[in-house]
T-cell receptor
């Protein structure tokens, strides 16, 4: 069975600074996808970034980038130039070929002005 | 176009009652997923539909939970004889082929 672990329940960052959220996973599958989702207090889950396991290049979306270490089964999210609107719960997630998502426990990110 | 919608947005019910939660996916999306988000269990997968069939029901916590999807569109999650531990936010998501999943705003269920 696949598992996803986020070891940081809460993180804090100063506005305009950089923060990294950690995620590790376990799977025996060779083809899979990894995701970071953002969930603000509105409850709406928003996809931040997606990484295909077969791609060696780390995904990047504007201020968001990942460090994907396949052998170590690690998938961290880096947020650069943090903004107040980045404050939310962040979930790391795994999916195999059916698309069903296995989520980590979440990390609450606080952004200080 | 319209996103995934869920109704009701909030539902309060008495223990032992049955509830139905509805999900309207994005038009044309072939796959539909139900998840549950609770304080104790985090975000859990419940069931997955491909078209009208459910190849993976492995996340349904008990036989009190069932779901159906009709016309390859709307899905209903039914919880019979609700218990307090069923209190949670129920999220629905849909996707087209291998694209990303789009989530609805969720239904907050409170069992008193």
């Amino acid at each position: 069975a696949q598992t996803v672990t986020q070891s940081q329940p809460e993180m804090s960052v100063q506005e305009a600074e950089t923060v990294t959220l950690s995620c590790t996973y376990d799977t025996s599958e060779s083809d899979y996808y990894l995701f970071w989702y953002k969930q603000p207090p509105s409850r709406q889950m928003i996809l931040v970034i997606r990484q295909e396991a077969y791609k060696q290049q780390n995904a990047t979306e504007n201020r968001f980038s990942v460090n994907f270490q396949k052998a170590a089964k690690s998938f961290s999210l880096k947020i650069s130039d943090s903004q107040l609107g980045d404050a939310a719960m962040y979930f790391c997630a795994f999916s195999g070929n059916t698309g069903k998502l296995i989520f980590g426990q979440g990390t609450t990110l606080q952004v200080k002005p | 176009g319209a996103g995934v919608s869920q109704s009701p947005s909030n539902k309060v019910t008495e223990k032992g009652k049955d509830v139905e939660l509805r999900c309207d996916p994005i038009s044309g999306h072939t796959a539909l997923y139900w998840y549950r988000q609770s304080l104790g269990q985090g975000l859990e997968f419940l069931i997955y539909f491909q078209g009208n069939s459910a190849p993976d029901k492995s996340g349904l916590p008990s036989d009190r939970f069932s779901a159906e999807r009709t016309g390859g569109s709307v899905s209903t999650l039914t919880i019979q004889r609700t218990q307090q531990e069923d209190s949670a936010v129920y999220l629905c998501a849909s996707r087209f082929l291998w694209g990303e999943q789009y989530f609805g705003p969720g239904t907050r269920l409170t069992v008193t």
